[in-house]
């Protein structure tokens, strides 16, 4: 896919549309002809740090329903210019934003949960200039990013990790997560890897850098961090996927997460991906994708509005 760079400092967000906006063209096979996609829309500068993200906006009679897609890397890496999965909702009358925040080499934890939700709240203020819904939102993240997007659902019913960037006094609540086997307890992620698999309590693994230092010598950081410490009734639906072969971030995380929220009747899809390791094509040789589409079909498109 390919990228065009726009500058967007000290720019009001309605000029921002005029400087940003890149239509699609009719050859165009990423997303459908007529699509606004709306580049490096910066939506915080935390420590004086620009954080953007961009926004794919399909041709629609009305506001359309928005899926959040955060990227993974282990909280190390990673960007939002990279291709991703999320992106092909925008043929299925979705609108999508793909979204940075600060690395661990930036700013540790809760800098990344902080930053996810000043996107929410930065695109739900602004949905009517953009042509969204405010009342459907939906988030999907892979690895570190599907840490982030469980975080950010489980937190949204009482506002916890919330911070103070950019724009503020508005909503992050999203109406439904898709978690693709993230990270959901740092504190139990070492025992449940298997031998010969990096040691996520060691000093330079990506858990420590995310903490600032290893998790069992930064427990009540760690336990912050993790998005089983917030589940309660009223979270939105979530959709689990993992695959039962994944030594990088074993199963037994997402099954943890999956155990919290059934513990309080939330709604929760589970899928077991056989043989799937830490992402790959075993993900994509089935209906995973009919199964995705249909999950932001029920709780974004078609949902009740929360």
């Keep these: 896919m390919s990228r065009l760079v726009a500058v967007v400092f000290g720019i009001t967000i309605a000029a921002c549309l005029a400087a940003c906006q890149i239509p699609a063209q009719a050859d165009d ?3 459908p002809p007529g699509t606004r996609q709306l580049r490096n829309l910066e939506y915080a500068r935390p420590d004086g740090t620009p954080l953007r993200l961009d926004l794919y906006v399909p041709p629609s009679d009305g506001p359309l329903p928005l899926i959040i897609w955060v990227h993974g890397g282990g909280w190390m890496e990673g960007s939002k210019d990279e291709e991703f999965e999320a992106l092909p909702l925008v043929w299925h009358g979705f609108a999508v934003a793909s979204v940075n925040y600060r690395l661990s080499d930036q700013a540790v ?3 990344q949960i902080h930053d996810v939700k000043a996107a929410v709240r930065f695109l739900r203020a602004n949905a009517a200039r953009f042509g969204l819904d405010p009342d459907r939102f939906g988030a999907w993240g892979e690895s570190a990013g599907g840490h982030l997007v469980a975080l950010l659902g489980t937190t949204s019913v009482h506002g916890e990790l919330e911070g103070n960037e950019g724009v503020t006094g508005v909503s992050s609540r999203v109406q439904a997560v898709f978690d693709w086997y993230g990270p959901t307890d740092l504190l139990q992620r070492q025992a449940q890897t298997p031998k010969g698999s990096p040691n996520a309590d060691a000093a330079g693994s990506t858990d420590s850098r995310l903490l600032g230092g290893p998790a069992p010598r930064n427990r009540e950081l760690a336990q912050q961090a993790n998005p089983i410490t917030y589940v309660t ?14 030594t990088l971030v074993p199963i037994g995380q997402s099954q943890l997460l999956v155990q919290a929220l059934r513990r309080v009747n939330a709604p929760v899809q589970f ?6 390791q830490h992402g790959g094509d075993d993900y994509f040789s089935g209906d995973l ?3 995705v ?6 709780h974004v498109k078609g949902g009740k509005r929360s």
């Excluded at 009223?234 to 959709?239: C, D, H, R, S, T």
């Excluded at 899928?271 to 799937?276: D, L, P, Q, R, T």
């Excluded at 589409?293 to 029920?298: G, K, L, T, V």
């Design 293 to 298: 589409q249909s999950f932001f079909d029920r």
């Design 109 to 111: 934890f809760p800098a």
């Design 271 to 276: 899928i077991v991906v056989k043989g799937g």
């Design 289 to 291: 994708y009919g199964e």
């Design 233 to 246: 009734p009223g979270v939105p639906p979530f959709l689990i996927v993992h695959g039962d072969a994944d």
């Design 29 to 31: 096979p990423d997303v």
